[in-house]
């Protein structure tokens, strides 16, 4: 018997431990498919919703933010490097031409065009999610641009004019100021949390070994 699970994955695209905990995710998914269905569903979290639109280098943006030399913030960003590499996401470096991130950016619009996609489905959510992924920290691109997005859209399927058009408007603003505002309220203030059948909360980037005895456990109790 296959039990459903609804899985609130709360993350912001900027966010190199979301992209680490939605892969070891997606690998503790595949190792209980036998027993475990998941109704996945992304909810915004914004890291820096007060990031101007031109956003800001992001070492010193790091630096200043938690108190890190920019020493440490380099070893940071080694590790995640090679968590990725170990889940099969290239985080691309700095120092790579045309790829890693420079600059840290305002992530509200992606949130709306994530929130639309959603309403199209999940699938192409996740396609969608997994594409700005990939050019925010593979290809080094701005998930504040409206041309980044439209063409992550059209990557995950979803109709490029449509994506515009949101985009162009205030579409899903409120929406997703109200879903922010609710997983605050709930007592998150760090992401990924992932929140599963609206109880269980697995928090950070956790290998894919802790999100499989989360899942078997919580499928047992029905």
């Not at 595949?30 to 101007?52: I, S």
Request: net charge negative; charged share 25%; hydrophobic share 40%.
């Amino acid at each position: 018997m296959t039990t459903t699970l609804k899985i609130d994955f709360v993350s912001d695209v900027s966010c190199p431990w979301c992209v680490i905990g939605l892969r070891a995710l997606d690998q503790a998914l595949e190792r209980v498919k036998a027993d475990v269905r998941a109704e996945l569903h992304f909810q915004p979290f914004e890291l820096n919703p007060g990031m101007a639109a031109e956003g800001q280098e992001i070492t010193e943006h790091i630096t200043q933010k938690y108190g890190i030399t920019p020493e440490q913030a380099d070893a940071n960003r080694e590790n995640i490097r090679r968590r990725g590499a170990e889940l099969g996401f290239k985080f691309s470096m700095a120092s790579e031409p045309g790829g890693g991130r420079h600059r840290i950016y305002n992530t509200f619009d992606a949130h709306r065009l994530l929130h639309w996609a959603g309403l199209e489905g999940a699938a192409p959510q996740k396609a969608l999610k997994e594409a700005l992924f990939t050019a925010y920290f593979t290809d080094g691109q701005s998930p504040a641009s409206h041309e980044v997005l439209v063409r992550a859209a059209a990557q995950a399927g979803l109709d490029a004019a449509r994506a515009g058009e949101v985009l162009s408007s205030d579409a899903y603003a409120d929406d997703v100021r109200e879903r922010e505002q609710f997983y605050l309220h709930q007592g998150i203030h760090s992401v990924p949390a992932v929140i599963i059948n609206d109880r269980h909360l697995v928090s950070g980037g956790q290998p894919p070994e802790v999100f499989e005895q989360a899942l078997r456990q919580i499928a047992a109790q029905g």
